[in-house]
């Protein structure tokens, strides 16, 4: 009946099964070959097969909780990801701009010594024409300088 073959007592027992269900008694020489199972046995067996049912039924709410948080865990984490990479572009264009700042502060202050050093020696009077009576007073100048 489409079975795999294995044990031939475990097949023969498969098939000859009732269709409703019920219990088929081990015919491997049982106390009670023959008779039909104890009420408590088959109460027994029944709420063995309850409880493997609920503890079934748990596994499979647990499952699906499972799964729900870890697609919850996936959204947040592409989620943080992108936002990484947002992040990540801001800030290299921060630092473009915070380096464009630096060089713009730089050459300003470059500028500044040099005009600094041009108005000392116009004072000190190196830009005068070269005569030898300037000299003194360039000297002069320089000698208050330092």
């Not at 073959?5 to 106390?31: I, M, N, T, W």
């Not at 647990?62 to 947040?76: D, G, H, I, R, V």
């Amino acid at each position: 009946m489409g079975r795999p073959e294995g044990d031939g007592k475990r097949a023969q027992l498969l098939d000859s099964a009732p269709l409703d269900g019920g219990f088929v008694p081990d015919q491997g020489g049982a106390a009670n070959s023959g008779a039909a199972p104890s009420p408590d046995m088959l109460s027994t067996v029944q709420a063995q097969c309850q409880e493997v049912r609920s503890v079934m039924q748990q596994n499979v709410d647990q499952m699906l909780t499972n799964m729900s948080k870890a697609s919850a865990l996936e959204a947040s984490s592409s989620e943080l990801a992108a936002n990484a990479r947002a992040f990540q572009a801001g800030a290299r264009g921060v630092r473009k701009q915070m380096w464009w700042n630096n060089l713009k502060m730089k050459v300003a202050i470059g500028v500044a010594l040099l005009l600094l050093l041009l108005a000392i020696l116009w004072w000190a009077g190196a830009f005068e024409g070269g005569g030898n009576a300037d000299k003194s007073a360039v000297g002069r100048r320089l000698g208050l300088l330092f």
